[in-house]
């Protein structure tokens, strides 16, 4: 696993990881999506140290890879997941190094893996666990982040990048965000 919270677990890098975790423990949102607003800005890092932080705080957590980066940071991701269980196929969480933290990987289907995540069935994938964290496509390049936000009741934490991420472009998806009545929780700066 490549996750700073075990590769430097004193590290600033780390102790951000679990300010962020802090600050959504405060908003008690059980299921939180990690998206950003256009390309890759750090968000599967974030998604991944979140939740391991949160399992680290003894939770019991369920990490959900919505978009399939998420294998470089928790090592595994073949095989049946996500899109495989949203189409009724058995699919059972994968056991991490991190205590109390769950993996599904993205999985395997036909079709576009953003149309194949807006399906019903995610209540019986989200289970109870305590905390679930899923990492979601772009939220201005598809629907699939505010989809997650409004049918999952989650909260929205943004990934953004100074020197990669426009205001204008925070703007427009703080407003898609607000215009669905999805909650967002705030948006960290990586850098």
């Not at 204008?168 to 967002?184: F, M, S, T, W």
């Amino acid at each position: 696993m490549n996750l700073t919270l075990l590769t430097s677990p004193s590290s600033p890098r780390a102790q951000a990881f679990r300010d962020v975790r802090a600050a959504v423990q405060l908003a008690r949102q059980r299921v939180i999506v990690v998206t950003t607003p256009k390309g890759e800005t750090g968000s599967a890092e974030l998604a991944a140290n979140l939740a391991a932080s949160l399992a680290q705080s003894g939770r019991q957590t369920l990490l959900i890879d919505g978009t399939g980066d998420l294998s470089e940071f928790i090592g595994q991701g073949e095989g049946a997941g996500l899109i495989n269980a949203l189409a009724g196929q058995p699919v059972s969480p994968v056991v991490t190094a991190v205590r109390d933290l769950a993996y599904i990987p993205l999985g395997q289907g036909e079709g576009h893996p953003g149309e194949g995540l807006m399906r019903t069935g995610w209540e019986h994938i989200l289970g109870d666990f305590e905390s679930v964290v899923v990492h979601a496509p772009p939220l201005l390049i598809e629907a699939t982040a505010v989809w997650l936000a409004v049918q999952l009741s989650a909260g929205v934490v943004l990934a953004v990048r100074r020197g990669e991420s426009k205001r204008a472009d925070i703007a427009v998806a703080r407003a898609k965000l607000a215009g669905h009545d999805a909650v967002l929780l705030g948006a960290v700066y990586l850098h």
